[in-house]
Protein backbone atom coordinates (compact mmCIF):
# COMPACT_ATOMS: atom_id res chain seq x y z
CA UNK A 1 0.00 0.00 0.00
CA UNK A 2 2.72 2.24 0.83
CA UNK A 3 4.42 2.16 -2.88
CA UNK A 4 0.84 3.09 -4.22
CA UNK A 5 1.21 6.15 -1.62
CA UNK A 6 4.68 7.22 -2.89
CA UNK A 7 3.24 6.58 -6.83
CA UNK A 8 0.43 8.80 -6.06
CA UNK A 9 2.62 11.89 -4.85
CA UNK A 10 5.27 10.82 -7.17
CA UNK A 11 2.39 12.02 -10.16
CA UNK A 12 0.99 14.47 -7.63
CA UNK A 13 4.12 16.57 -7.57
CA UNK A 14 5.78 15.81 -11.10
CA UNK A 15 2.25 17.74 -12.74
CA UNK A 16 2.34 20.49 -10.17
CA UNK A 17 6.29 21.04 -10.93
CA UNK A 18 5.38 21.51 -14.56
CA UNK A 19 2.84 23.87 -14.29
CA UNK A 20 4.48 25.39 -11.71
CA UNK A 21 7.59 26.11 -14.10
CA UNK A 22 4.94 26.78 -16.97
CA UNK A 23 2.58 29.05 -15.78
CA UNK A 24 3.93 29.59 -11.87
CA UNK A 25 1.22 28.58 -10.42
CA UNK A 26 0.06 25.38 -8.24
CA UNK A 27 -3.62 23.90 -8.89
CA UNK A 28 -5.80 24.27 -6.25
CA UNK A 29 -7.82 21.46 -7.37
CA UNK A 30 -5.32 19.10 -8.61
CA UNK A 31 -4.01 19.39 -5.11
CA UNK A 32 -7.78 19.00 -3.35
CA UNK A 33 -7.94 15.53 -5.53
CA UNK A 34 -3.98 14.60 -4.43
CA UNK A 35 -5.45 15.17 -0.95
CA UNK A 36 -8.75 13.26 -1.12
CA UNK A 37 -6.47 10.52 -2.56
CA UNK A 38 -3.97 10.22 0.30
CA UNK A 39 -6.41 10.58 3.09
CA UNK A 40 -8.55 7.59 1.46
CA UNK A 41 -5.11 5.25 0.82
CA UNK A 42 -3.92 5.88 4.78
CA UNK A 43 -7.94 5.36 5.54
CA UNK A 44 -7.55 1.94 3.20
CA UNK A 45 -4.21 0.89 5.09
CA UNK A 46 -5.83 1.02 8.63
CA UNK A 47 -3.89 4.34 9.74
CA UNK A 48 -6.09 5.94 11.92
CA UNK A 49 -3.68 8.13 14.06
CA UNK A 50 -4.76 11.87 13.20
CA UNK A 51 -2.12 12.63 15.56
CA UNK A 52 0.19 12.05 12.86
CA UNK A 53 -2.02 12.87 10.07
CA UNK A 54 -2.05 16.61 11.68
CA UNK A 55 1.55 16.68 12.46
CA UNK A 56 2.15 15.77 8.77
CA UNK A 57 0.52 18.93 8.07
CA UNK A 58 2.52 21.16 9.91
CA UNK A 59 5.36 22.02 7.72
CA UNK A 60 2.95 22.92 5.17
CA UNK A 61 0.92 25.18 7.57
CA UNK A 62 4.21 26.68 8.16
CA UNK A 63 5.33 27.66 4.91
CA UNK A 64 1.77 28.79 4.55
CA UNK A 65 2.37 31.50 7.49
CA UNK A 66 5.68 32.11 6.22
CA UNK A 67 4.06 33.17 2.62
CA UNK A 68 1.95 35.34 4.35
CA UNK A 69 4.60 37.20 6.73
CA UNK A 70 6.57 37.79 3.94
CA UNK A 71 3.58 39.09 1.77
CA UNK A 72 3.95 35.61 -0.82
CA UNK A 73 7.58 36.16 -0.74
CA UNK A 74 7.11 32.35 -0.44
CA UNK A 75 3.88 31.18 -2.65
CA UNK A 76 1.26 29.92 -0.83
CA UNK A 77 1.07 27.25 -3.41
CA UNK A 78 4.13 25.75 -2.04
CA UNK A 79 2.69 25.94 1.13
CA UNK A 80 -0.39 23.70 -0.47
CA UNK A 81 1.72 21.40 -2.29
CA UNK A 82 3.98 20.75 0.97
CA UNK A 83 0.31 19.90 2.59
CA UNK A 84 -0.42 17.62 0.41
CA UNK A 85 2.93 16.00 0.32
CA UNK A 86 2.37 15.98 4.50
CA UNK A 87 -0.55 14.13 4.15
CA UNK A 88 1.01 11.20 2.01
CA UNK A 89 4.30 10.86 3.95
CA UNK A 90 3.78 12.29 7.40
CA UNK A 91 5.91 15.03 9.03
CA UNK A 92 9.06 12.96 8.85
CA UNK A 93 9.06 12.35 5.33
CA UNK A 94 7.42 15.54 4.30
CA UNK A 95 10.18 17.46 6.40
CA UNK A 96 12.83 15.29 4.75
CA UNK A 97 11.52 16.08 0.97
CA UNK A 98 11.45 20.52 1.90
CA UNK A 99 14.68 20.25 3.61
CA UNK A 100 16.51 17.94 0.33
CA UNK A 101 14.22 20.70 -2.00
CA UNK A 102 16.20 23.57 0.00
CA UNK A 103 19.56 22.45 -0.04
CA UNK A 104 18.87 22.05 -4.06
CA UNK A 105 17.93 25.55 -4.64
CA UNK A 106 20.92 26.93 -3.48
CA UNK A 107 23.32 26.10 -6.05
CA UNK A 108 21.11 26.69 -8.49
CA UNK A 109 20.07 30.23 -7.32
CA UNK A 110 23.58 31.04 -7.23
CA UNK A 111 24.50 29.87 -10.42
CA UNK A 112 21.67 32.13 -11.98
CA UNK A 113 22.78 34.79 -9.84
CA UNK A 114 26.47 35.02 -10.58
CA UNK A 115 25.52 34.44 -14.51
CA UNK A 116 22.92 37.67 -13.70
CA UNK A 117 20.03 35.09 -15.37
CA UNK A 118 17.96 36.57 -12.09
CA UNK A 119 18.31 39.28 -9.39
CA UNK A 120 17.66 38.98 -5.58
CA UNK A 121 13.78 39.89 -6.51
CA UNK A 122 13.54 37.01 -9.10
CA UNK A 123 10.93 34.36 -8.10
CA UNK A 124 12.09 30.62 -9.08
CA UNK A 125 9.48 27.80 -9.22
CA UNK A 126 10.20 25.68 -5.99
CA UNK A 127 7.94 22.47 -6.83
CA UNK A 128 10.46 21.00 -8.89
CA UNK A 129 13.43 21.23 -6.24
CA UNK A 130 10.63 19.83 -3.80
CA UNK A 131 9.91 17.00 -6.47
CA UNK A 132 13.76 16.39 -6.22
CA UNK A 133 14.05 16.11 -2.84
CA UNK A 134 11.54 13.49 -3.00
CA UNK A 135 13.01 11.69 -5.02
CA UNK A 136 16.20 11.67 -3.49
CA UNK A 137 14.67 11.46 0.34
CA UNK A 138 12.62 8.18 -1.57
CA UNK A 139 15.79 7.14 -3.45
CA UNK A 140 18.14 7.39 -0.03
CA UNK A 141 15.65 5.97 2.30
CA UNK A 142 16.46 9.22 4.65
CA UNK A 143 14.32 9.50 7.88
CA UNK A 144 13.59 12.30 10.09
CA UNK A 145 11.64 12.17 12.84
Known sequence: MMIVRYAGLLVYLAAAAVTDIRKKEVSVKAAGI????????????????????????????????????????????DGIAILVCGLFLGAGGCTGCVIIGLFLTFPVSLVLLVWKKADRKSRMPF??????????????????R
Open 34 to 77: AAVLAVTLRIAAGEKDLFSWMAGLLPGILVLLVGKVTKEAVGYG
Open 127 to 144: LPFLLAGYGIWFLTGLKI
